[in-house]
């Protein structure tokens, strides 16, 4: 059996059967602004967690910021608190730079390449990489990320990054831009992923210029998005890959199942399997707050709050993602027995 075809079975396991998730009753206006409102309610004085301190400009952040968004297929947007503040983007950008890569070259680049495994590591592990060479990784660690960063094509640096920022665009259905106080901040700060870069090109994952690659990755993760932003590019991989707003194919939708595999085995650092334990969504956190999860056919929607817990997840995103799906029935492996 080829790659390719065991994934998508994989995922037919794991995220649901389309016929299935097709099946479900569609989701009416009043359940879904009652279970977002009530999510809002339920955890808006919520003062568990803290802000990510390790990058400087990322622990000024207002603690107390917090918002949600719903998508769904046709294009309607749902929401509770605030949606327009804007926070920077960090380790979600994996998920679409890893889109990325798949388009440009398949699903087997990656896989073939740095690995869809998780690592059982944390995120930024150098003991991961070198205990199997860089090769049983995943594209949502550092590792894998800058890796996957390192593979989008282009002769230059402004042309892969251009050619990055404008598909995130395509998903967020609007220009989005990078928060140069956070990209500096980080820059300043990273040398641990500089490390991690030349050891993945040492071991031959990274082909060229390693310092170039998590050069890009920092910028890709300084990107400012706000909840609406995320919800919207959740949506679109919903959607098989089609922005359910713009009606733009942000991707090609034959890849989508690849990348909501790894979200669901990889998304939210050592507590993936903990997260689709709790609710069966493939889902991507980043240390800036935010969290995106994806009910294959139902819905996209994302939740900012800065305050993490101890595995860098946003605390009251957790909570209120999984209270709204599980009001809404989001659960993919939830089906009703045939009659």
């Given at each position: 059996m080829n790659y390719s075809v065991f994934v998508k079975i994989v995922v037919l396991l794991c995220c649901g059967a389309t016929a299935l998730v097709q099946a479900a009753e569609p989701l009416s206006r009043d359940e879904i602004?009652?279970?977002?409102?009530?999510?809002?309610?339920?955890?808006?004085?919520?003062?568990?967690?803290?802000?990510?301190d390790y990058i400087p400009a990322l622990a000024k952040v207002n603690p107390a910021l917090y918002g949600i968004a719903l998508v769904t297929p046709d294009g309607a947007v749902y929401s509770a608190?605030?949606?327009?503040?804007?926070?920077?983007?960090?380790?979600?950008?994996?998920?679409?730079?890893?889109?990325l890569v798949m388009d440009e070259k398949g699903p087997a680049s990656i896989s073939g390449n740095m690995g869809v495994d998780a690592t059982?590591?944390?995120?930024?592990?150098?003991?991961?990489?070198?205990?199997?060479?860089?090769a049983e990784m995943n594209p949502l660690v550092n590792a894998g990320a800058i890796t996957a960063t390192s593979m989008v094509s282009?002769?230059?640096?402004?042309?892969?990054?251009?050619?990055?920022?404008?598909?995130?665009?395509?998903?967020?259905?609007?220009?989005?831009?990078?928060?140069?106080?956070?990209?500096?901040?980080?820059?300043?700060t990273n040398q641990r992923n500089q490390a991690i870069a030349k050891l993945m090109y040492a071991y031959g994952h990274i082909k060229g210029n390693p310092d170039q690659a998590t050069d890009i990755y920092t910028e890709q993760c300084s990107v400012s998005v706000n909840a609406r932003d995320l919800a919207i590019m959740a949506a679109t991989l919903a959607n098989g890959g089609r922005n359910p707003v713009t009606g733009v194919q942000a991707m090609?939708?034959?890849?989508?199942?690849?990348?909501?595999?790894?979200?669901?085995?990889?998304?939210?650092?050592?507590?993936?399997?903990?997260?689709?334990?709790?609710?069966?969504?493939?889902?991507?956190?980043?240390v800036g707050g935010g969290i995106i999860a994806v009910s294959p056919g139902r819905f996209g929607i994302a939740v900012i709050s800065p305050p993490l817990d101890a595995a860098g997840n946003s605390v009251r995103a957790q909570k209120a993602i999984a209270a709204i799906s599980n009001a809404l029935n989001g659960n993919p492996y939830e089906v009703e027995p045939a009659m």
């Open positions: 602004e009652t279970a977002i409102n009530a999510a809002y309610a339920a955890y808006k004085d919520l003062q568990e967690g803290a802000n990510a608190g605030d949606v327009k503040s804007e926070v920077s983007i960090q380790s979600i950008s994996k998920v679409f730079t890893m889109a059982g590591q944390v995120f930024n592990s150098i003991v991961a990489v070198e205990q199997h060479q860089g282009g002769g230059t640096r402004e042309e892969i990054w251009s050619k990055i920022l404008n598909y995130y665009n395509a998903f967020a259905g609007r220009a989005l831009r990078v928060n140069e106080e956070v990209f500096a901040s980080e820059a300043a090609k939708n034959e890849n989508v199942p690849e990348v909501l595999a790894v979200m669901a085995t990889a998304g939210l650092y050592d507590d993936s399997g903990k997260w689709l334990y709790l609710t069966g969504l493939p889902a991507k956190s980043g």
